[in-house]
């Protein structure tokens, strides 16, 4: 597909069809848009959630399942920017939810399956029936974001310190990072406002607080972080 021909084709046939009164031609044009370039907006997660309706502003994205749909929320402004961008200002979008529960199928014209090539065949990696579009069938692909997460786990309790572009644990996104990082540091973070932290959980405590390599922590700041932690609990109670 050429971006720049789709681009100006896009552009003058939505300021025919939308013009002024946003009429359901014009979005339905509109959403066709979007989904044969949903891809740019969602990245690889493009196989797992797609453009249901739009209307007033507001996009409504089927996801085929809730932890996928939670994540998406998260970064929803950043989204909705790239789907701007994309409409070039010849409509404007302000807000975007997810159903999850849906399946992308669902909403795939005939004509999009047919640029899709659309079909079923067999699984790389168990031999069941998936669409032709995806890597793997939903259950492995669940599987493969487990072990991809359970690895990045291993490798953030190895270094805290450690940034997201130097992680070595392959195929993950930022927003995955930072989940995981933030999991981790809560846990630890948790511990010591129970009282219940070893020497080791304050040391990965301090260094996730930190982000900083042992060698740079001074004595000073490895008690006042941990006074800084311990006494986050007793502002909670307070607080209560």
């Not at 930022?174 to 973070?189: H, P």
Request: charged fraction near 35%; proline fraction near 2%; charge should be neutral.
């Amino acid at each position: 597909m050429e971006q720049s021909v789709t681009l100006e084709s896009f552009k003058n046939s939505l300021t025919r069809f939308i013009g002024t009164n946003n009429s359901n031609i014009g979005k339905q044009y509109l959403l066709y848009y979007l989904r044969k370039n949903w891809s740019v907006v969602a990245g690889k997660f493009s196989n797992h959630c797609w453009p249901a309706t739009i209307s007033e502003g507001r996009l409504i994205v089927g996801v085929d399942n809730a932890p996928l749909a939670n994540q998406l929320f998260m970064v929803k402004t950043e989204l909705v920017k790239k789907v701007n961008q994309i409409f070039q200002g010849k409509y404007i979008l302000r807000d975007m939810s997810f159903k999850s529960g849906l399946k992308v199928e669902e909403f795939i014209s005939e004509k999009e399956k047919e640029e899709k090539n659309y079909s079923i065949i067999n699984c790389p990696k168990c031999g069941g029936k998936m669409e032709s579009w995806r890597k793997n069938c939903f259950e492995c692909d669940r599987e493969v974001q487990s072990e991809k997460r359970e690895k990045l786990k291993k490798e953030l309790k190895l270094a805290p310190w450690i940034k997201y572009e130097q992680i070595t644990t392959e195929d993950v996104d930022k927003l995955t990072f930072n989940q995981e990082r933030d999991i981790l540091a809560n846990y630890y973070y948790e511990k010591i406002r129970r009282k219940e932290a070893s020497e080791e959980d304050k040391i990965q405590a301090v260094l996730f607080y930190t982000k900083k390599l042992p060698v740079e922590i001074s004595a000073e700041e490895n008690k006042m972080v941990l006074a800084i932690l311990a006494k986050e609990d007793e502002y909670k109670e307070l607080e209560e």
